[in-house]
């Protein structure tokens, strides 16, 4: 379901293309193979692009926003409980009160539920690796999830992705849309992944979470907060296509 945007079109700020990943970044294999060999050709904003998927309360679970309840079967998932929070604003850096966010991760042995995913590591069967959440009035959201673990992907020799978790997100409108990973502070694997050093080194902060000892839950959970903008001059990454 979409909702239509009434009067005239509202102007759109460019995004900032300097901020993201080059398509074609020579590091990342992938993107040698399947990104655009030719520039690409701008078009003007249109209706529906400004028009923006609505989602109701209804269509949200309990326990949707809670990786390590959403999926047990027979006990707990194992690993590091953490808390992901944080605000989602738009090109104004105005909160995005009741947009859709999703999230999906390895769990903590870097594995994913995935059928293609065959890294040499235990699945958890009380653990999926995904969720969803509406945001609040003020734009947050809020995750209770497992930290997910590194794991090797082929790139290149001893190639290992950092720690990260995927986020997806519309926004107010199509135009918005906003697909990204986030990481985990200190990680020493960061310096050696395409993923991340693609992304013009003055911008990759935006990719990293803060962690927070006032989101932490004592005894209970570690805290990070990830705020996400999701166009003009603050705009955060998309992750390297």
């Known amino acids: 379901m979409t909702t239509p945007t009434k009067g005239p079109l509202p102007a759109l700020t460019p995004r900032d293309w300097d901020s993201h990943p080059a398509y074609v970044y020579p590091g990342y294999k992938s993107t040698v193979k399947r ?7 701008p078009l003007k904003a249109s209706l529906g692009e400004l028009q923006q998927p609505v989602y109701g309360h209804d269509s949200i679970g309990e326990f949707d926003h809670d990786l390590t309840r959403n999926a047990r079967k027979n006990g707990e998932p ?15 850096r105005r909160p995005v009160a009741n947009t859709l966010v999703e999230l999906w991760q390895a769990n903590a042995s870097g ?9 040499d590591a235990p699945l958890d069967p009380n653990f999926l690796g995904a969720g969803r959440c509406l945001t609040d009035s003020e734009g947050r959201y809020r995750f209770l999830t497992i930290k997910p673990g590194a794991y090797p992907w082929g790139n290149h020799p001893n190639a290992w992705r950092p720690q990260h978790i995927h986020l997806s997100l519309f926004g107010q409108s199509f135009a918005s849309r906003l697909v990204t990973q986030m ?3 200190g990680d020493p694997l960061m310096q050696y992944d395409p993923m991340i050093t693609g992304t013009p080194e003055r911008y990759r902060n935006r990719l990293i979470a803060d962690f927070n000892l006032d989101i932490t839950e004592e005894g209970y959970a570690l805290g990070y907060q990830f705020d996400i903008v999701l166009r003009g001059a603050d705009e955060t990454p998309f992750e390297n296509r």
């Open 111 to 119: 594995r994913y539920v995935h059928k293609v995913d065959q890294h």
């Open 78 to 92: 194992l690993g590091e409980r953490m808390i992901l929070t944080g605000q989602v604003l738009d090109e104004r």
């Open 183 to 185: 990481y985990f502070p």
């Open 35 to 41: 990104g655009p060999q030719k520039p690409l050709i």
